[in-house]
């Protein structure tokens, strides 16, 4: 077990030796997911991995965006901003924003992709381990994993743009580092977005934070 080795709280870039050990531990590919709320009337910050599963948030269930407790749906944290007992060879980013209206009938569907502009042009993130940032910069930088490009609406005399994600929904579309980072067992990490001034937006929208890499997980 990862508690009975001498792991040192840093961020090397690559894991130790023990890692690689196949008697101790599974290699396996396995991103880290959370789904948190952004509110239409707009918010200065937002922190991601700050609640696990089985957690309280409100986040977007059935049609309603309501507190709720967190599923594997949701988030794949077991607890609170870190990662028990497991290492996590951190490789890239992906986003992906999630209207609570979807259907081209409802009123809101129309400024979907006005309101996804306006979250992502309007802040930045920050990534950070420990007090260590790995990563920081403006939302656009970050494509989603899982989007489509487009919905269409038309009528007689006009054609209209209904719902988009800035990526195509291919599982490679992410920010991929170059420099991959590994997080040690119980080692602590956060995922902050602000920003600047209120961003307003037509409907509530969750937006969720996938951190892609290989977890070492022990046998």
């Not at 918010?43 to 409100?58: C, D, E, I, K, R």
């Not at 802040?123 to 487009?150: A, C, M, Q, R």
Request: with cysteine; glycine share 8%; hydrophobic share 40%.
């Amino acid at each position: 077990m990862f508690g009975q080795l001498n792991v040192t709280p840093v961020v090397p870039a690559t894991p130790p030796e023990w890692a690689f050990d196949p008697l101790k531990v599974d290699k396996l590919y396995q991103p880290i997911y959370d789904r948190v709320n952004y509110p239409a009337a707009g918010a200065t910050s937002l922190n991601f991995f700050s609640v696990p599963v089985g957690g309280t948030a409100t986040i977007i269930r059935a049609g309603t965006a309501a507190s709720v407790t967190k599923t594997r749906r949701d988030t794949n944290l077991t607890n609170q901003s870190v990662l028990p007992n497991e290492g996590f060879d951190w490789q890239g980013i992906a986003i992906t924003y999630i209207p609570l209206q979807q259907a081209d009938s409802a009123a809101a569907t129309t400024s979907i992709l006005e309101d996804i502009q306006n979250i992502m042009y309007g802040g930045y993130f920050t990534f950070k381990v420990l007090d260590n940032t790995l990563l920081e910069g403006p939302l656009h930088w970050l494509p989603s994993i899982t989007g489509f490009d487009g919905l269409v609406s038309t009528t007689v005399t006009a054609m209209t743009m209904v719902a988009c994600q800035p990526g195509s929904g291919d599982p490679r579309a992410a920010f991929w580092v170059t420099e991959k980072k590994f997080l040690p067992p119980n080692t602590g990490f956060s995922f902050q977005m602000n920003w600047d001034g209120t961003v307003t937006t037509t409907q509530t929208i969750d937006i969720v934070i996938t951190l892609l890499g290989v977890k070492f997980r022990p046998k």
